[in-house]
Structures are given as structure tokens and as C-alpha cells.
């Protein structure tokens, strides 16, 4: 069956630093790759997805993700993060699409200043 | 377009009680999704429905029920609920399986 590691619970970075969060998968084939954002007491957002092609995948809010086949990774990263970036993040595989997505545990991300 | 909307937003439950849990989406979306979030577990999927008048079990389906008898509703139902089942639920949308599932805001039950 299908896996999502997400190593990390907790992150803390400085406002405008760089931000790295792993994401880790055990799948017989490459799976459908996604990240989601949770903002405190909301529904979960999705900030990017891959499907195949480019490994590099460009998603909202200035963030992106490489998808490395050879370490089953899926790391999402952003160059220079903002306070409001503070939040709980995803990492999802769906080895047929969006249907039956399994969800890491999260990662939750607190930016301080 | 308010998206997908859920109801109530907080409940509190005795052990036993039942209760019925909406989701609404204005997106005319085929499929439907009920998780649970519990904390360090990420979401679990329950139920999900590709149509209407359709329904299938997830990874977590039992001790509760779902009905799609609009295109638009998707309910969950607990007929017994259980204090394990206390839980923040979010719903989900999407237009068919390869496109983005879209989340409502969730509900956070506790079953005492």
C-alpha cells in the first residue's frame, strides 16, 4: 500500500529565510504528487501538483516542488519566506489522480521574525 | 459561489447520540470525500461518491454512513457515535478524478 513520510512535525525559520520541507512516498510506480496548505481552522488549500513531465512543478504562492524519483521525494520548497506563510502543510499521493489521496502527518511551519 | 460548505461548524456529542454531518458544493462537482484529521495522523479518507446516487467506502468507513442523493449534498451520518470518533471532519470536491480536490472549512466533533 501507499505511504507519505513527512519527517518533520514541527519547522521554525526566520521571516525571509529559506524554507525546505521533506516528503517522502512508497509507491510501486510514481504516483500523482501533491501539496496542501492548512491556514489555522480552514480547509486545506492546494499549493501544487505533479503529474509526470518536468520534475521541477511550479505552484502558488511562490512555491515549488522537485520530484526525485530515485529518493521517492517530493520536497517542497520557497526561496524566501513571509510571516503569512505560517501554517500546516501536506504532503499527498494518489496513485490514481486526486481520488483516494493519502495524506502525510503535516508538517506545521511557524515563521518567526 | 461559496464553494464547499459544511454543517455545523462545532458539535459536541454524547457517547451514543447520533447526528447527520452536510457538505454542499455549488461547483456542480462529481466527486464527494469525507476525512477526518485526527492530530499526527494527517487525513484519513472515510467515504467518498464518483456521482450521484453513489457511494463508496474509504480507509477509515466504519461507524458511519454517508448518503448522495443530490449531486450537490454529500452527508455523513454517525448512528452510534463513540468518543474515537472525536475529530475535526472536512469534506472535499472535486470535478472528476484527475482534477484538484476542493476542501470545506470542517467540522469539529467531540464525542464525550
Known amino acids: 500500500a501507499q505511504s507519505v513520510t513527512q519527517p518533520d512535525i514541527h519547522i521554525t525559520v526566520s521571516e525571509g529565510a529559506s524554507l525546505e520541507l521533506r516528503c517522502n512516498y512508497s509507491y510501486g510506480a510514481t504516483p500523482y504528487l501533491f501539496w496542501y496548505v492548512q491556514s489555522p481552522g480552514q480547509g486545506l488549500q492546494l499549493l501544487l501538483k505533479y503529474f509526470s513531465g518536468d520534475t521541477l512543478v511550479q505552484g502558488i504562492k511562490g512555491f515549488e516542488a522537485e520530484f526525485k524519483r530515485s529518493q521517492s521525494s517530493f520536497n517542497l520548497r520557497k526561496p524566501s519566506v513571509h510571516w503569512s506563510d505560517a501554517a500546516e502543510y501536506f504532503c499527498a499521493v494518489g496513485p490514481s489522480g486526486f481520488q483516494k489521496l493519502v495524506f502525510g502527518t503535516g508538517t506545521r511551519l511557524l515563521v518567526s521574525p | 459561489n461559496a464553494g464547499v460548505t459544511q454543517t455545523p461548524k462545532f458539535r459536541v456529542l454524547k457517547t451514543g447520540q447520533s447526528m447527520t454531518l452536510l457538505c454542499a458544493q455549488d461547483m456542480n462537482h462529481e466527486y464527494m470525500y469525507w476525512y477526518r484529521q485526527d492530530p499526527g495522523m494527517g487525513l484519513r479518507l472515510i467515504h467518498y461518491?464518483?456521482?450521484?446516487?453513489?457511494?463508496a467506502k474509504g480507509e477509515v468507513p466504519d461507524g458511519y454512513n454517508v448518503s448522495r442523493l443530490k449531486k450537490q449534498n454529500f452527508l455523513l451520518g454517525l448512528e452510534s457515535a463513540a468518543p474515537s470518533q472525536t475529530s475535526v471532519y472536512f469534506c472535499a470536491s472535486s470535478r472528476d478524478r484527475s482534477y484538484e480536490q476542493y476542501f470545506g472549512p470542517g467540522t469539529r466533533l467531540t464525542v464525550t
Open positions: 461518491s464518483v456521482g450521484e446516487g453513489t457511494t
